[in-house]
Nanobody
Framework: QVQLVESGGGLVQAGGSLRLSCAVS????????VGWYRQAPGKQRELVAV???????DYADSVKGRFTISRDNAKNTVYLQMNSLKPEDTAVYYC??????????????WGQGTQVTVSS
């Protein structure tokens, strides 16, 4: 059963910080790369950070140097530490496998996501 549950969003002023958490079911956590995606109003969903099962990380250019993705193997949890937040970081943030988990032909898994709002 697919399970990725996001938490930790909120409202923050520009320049502030937030930490997002993603609880991942054990099987997925052990064998898959897991990433944080975001979707801003009127825009396509984009991948902003990824961590592999081996612990390697990669980031979109727009967040490089400000966001840090990490994983706690004991807790099956992936985190996204977001610093120096900008209004353009405002979006609903989702965690998912990379590539995304498919639950049926043509149907990707997406959780509820967590809203991040950065005020100027």
């Amino acid at each position: 059963q697919v399970q990725l549950v996001e938490s930790g969003g909120g409202l923050v002023q520009a320049g502030g910080s937030l930490r997002l958490s993603c609880a991942v079911s054990g099987t997925i956590f052990r064998i898959n790369s897991v990433g944080w995606y975001r979707q801003a109003p009127g825009k396509q969903r984009e991948l902003v950070a990824v961590t592999t099962s081996g612990g390697s990380t990669d980031y979109a250019d727009s967040v490089k140097g400000r966001f840090t993705i990490s994983r706690d193997n004991a807790k099956n949890t992936v985190y996204l530490q977001m610093n120096s937040l900008k209004p353009e970081d405002t979006a609903v943030y989702y965690c998912n496998t990379v590539p995304v988990t498919v639950v049926a032909p043509g149907l990707d898994y997406w959780g509820q996501g967590t809203q991040v709002t950065v005020s100027s």
